[in-house]
C-alpha cells in the first residue's frame, strides 16, 4: 500500500467521521425534540434531547462506518465493487451500528396517529436542515474564506460530504418499509392491516434492505428511484441559499 493511497483513505476517514457524527446526532436531536412536543419525555429522560454527539453516537460503530464507506469508494474506484458489497453486508451481519435509536413511548402522544407521524418524519426534516446549513456553508464559507484557501478547502470538503449524505440519507428515510424510518407509518396510513403488514415485513428487514441495495436489476431500479428523487430535492434545497 503506496503513501499516496493511503494519505488518500485517511482524508476520506476524516471527513467522512464528523460527517456521520453530525448526521446521527442532529438526526436523534430531532426526533427526540419531536416527541416531546408531542408529549413523550422518553427520549429525555434517556438523555436523547441533547447536541452532545455522545448522547446519540456509537464513537466505535461511527468510526467503522467511515472506514466501510472510505475503503467502498476505492474499491469502486478501482473496479472492486463486488468486494465492497460484501464488505457492507460483513457489517450489517456482525452489527454495526453507528448511532443509538431514539426510543419513544406511543401511548404517550397527545394525538396518536399524528405523533408517530410527526416523530418518524423528524428524522427526514433533521437531514434537510444540516443539508441547507451546510449548503450555506459552503457557499459563505468561500466568501468569507477567500484570503484563507486551506481554511476554505476544510470547510467546501466537508460540507460537500454532509450535503451529499444529508441529501441521501433523507430521501432513503422517506421510504415506506421497515428498515426504513418511514415504515413506521404503514399503521398510520392502513390501521390494523397496516400494522399487520409491518410486523411481517420487519420480520425481513435485514432481507428487504440487502434485496433493494445488492440483487442485480431491482437494486439498479431502487437506486436510479433514489437518484432521481435525491437530485430534485438537493435543487430544491439550493434555491433557498441566499448568495453572498
Given at each position: 500500500?503506496?503513501?499516496?493511497?493511503?494519505?488518500?483513505?485517511?482524508?476520506?476517514?476524516?471527513?467522512?467521521?464528523?460527517?456521520?457524527?453530525?448526521?446521527?446526532?442532529?438526526?436523534?436531536?430531532?426526533?427526540?425534540?419531536?416527541?416531546?412536543?408531542?408529549?413523550?419525555?422518553?427520549?429525555?429522560?434517556?438523555?436523547?434531547?441533547?447536541?452532545?454527539?455522545l448522547a446519540h453516537i456509537d464513537i466505535v460503530g461511527t468510526l467503522m462506518?467511515?472506514?466501510?464507506?472510505?475503503?467502498?469508494?476505492?474499491?469502486?474506484?478501482?473496479?472492486?465493487?463486488?468486494?465492497?458489497?460484501?464488505?457492507?453486508?460483513?457489517?450489517?451481519?456482525?452489527?454495526?451500528?453507528?448511532?443509538?435509536?431514539?426510543?419513544?413511548?406511543?401511548?404517550?402522544?397527545?394525538?396518536?396517529?399524528?405523533?408517530?407521524?410527526?416523530?418518524?418524519?423528524?428524522?427526514?426534516?433533521?437531514?434537510?436542515?444540516?443539508?441547507?446549513?451546510?449548503?450555506?456553508?459552503?457557499?459563505?464559507?468561500?466568501?468569507?474564506?477567500?484570503?484563507?484557501?486551506?481554511?476554505?478547502?476544510?470547510?467546501?470538503?466537508?460540507?460537500?460530504?454532509?450535503?451529499?449524505?444529508?441529501?441521501?440519507?433523507?430521501?432513503?428515510?422517506?421510504?415506506?418499509?421497515?428498515?426504513?424510518?418511514?415504515?413506521?407509518?404503514?399503521?398510520?396510513?392502513?390501521?390494523?392491516?397496516?400494522?399487520?403488514m409491518y410486523d411481517v415485513l420487519e420480520q425481513y428487514a435485514l432481507f428487504?434492505?440487502?434485496?433493494?441495495?445488492?440483487?442485480?436489476?431491482?437494486?439498479?431500479?431502487?437506486?436510479?428511484?433514489?437518484?432521481?428523487?435525491?437530485?430534485?430535492?438537493?435543487?430544491?434545497?439550493?434555491?433557498?441559499?441566499?448568495?453572498?
Open positions: 500500500m503506496n503513501s499516496t493511497y493511503m494519505y488518500a483513505f485517511i482524508k476520506q476517514v476524516a471527513v467522512l467521521f464528523p460527517t456521520f457524527i453530525l448526521l446521527f446526532t442532529v438526526r436523534g436531536f430531532f426526533q427526540a425534540l419531536a416527541a416531546h412536543c408531542v408529549g413523550d419525555d422518553t427520549p429525555e429522560e434517556n438523555g436523547f434531547l441533547s447536541l452532545n454527539p462506518l467511515s472506514t466501510i464507506f472510505a475503503v467502498l469508494y476505492k474499491l469502486e474506484s478501482s473496479g472492486g465493487g463486488f468486494l465492497g458489497m460484501a464488505l457492507i453486508l460483513l457489517s450489517i451481519f456482525i452489527g454495526v451500528r453507528p448511532y443509538h435509536p431514539v426510543l419513544y413511548d406511543a401511548r404517550n402522544f397527545r394525538w396518536h396517529k399524528l405523533g408517530i407521524v410527526i416523530t418518524t418524519l423528524a428524522t427526514t426534516v433533521s437531514y434537510l436542515v444540516l443539508a441547507l446549513i451546510a449548503m450555506y456553508a459552503w457557499v459563505w464559507g468561500q466568501y468569507f474564506l477567500s484570503a484563507a484557501p486551506g481554511a476554505a478547502q476544510v470547510v467546501r470538503q466537508i460540507s460537500d460530504s454532509i450535503i451529499e449524505w444529508s441529501t441521501i440519507w433523507a430521501v432513503i428515510s422517506l421510504i415506506p418499509v421497515p428498515p426504513f424510518d418511514a415504515g413506521a407509518l404503514l399503521p398510520v396510513i392502513f390501521g390494523e392491516a397496516g400494522q399487520e428487504i434492505f440487502i434485496g433493494l441495495f445488492f440483487i442485480p436489476g431491482l437494486k439498479d431500479i431502487f437506486l436510479q428511484g433514489i437518484g432521481f428523487v435525491h437530485f430534485y430535492l438537493y435543487q430544491g434545497l439550493a434555491y433557498l441559499v441566499v448568495l453572498p
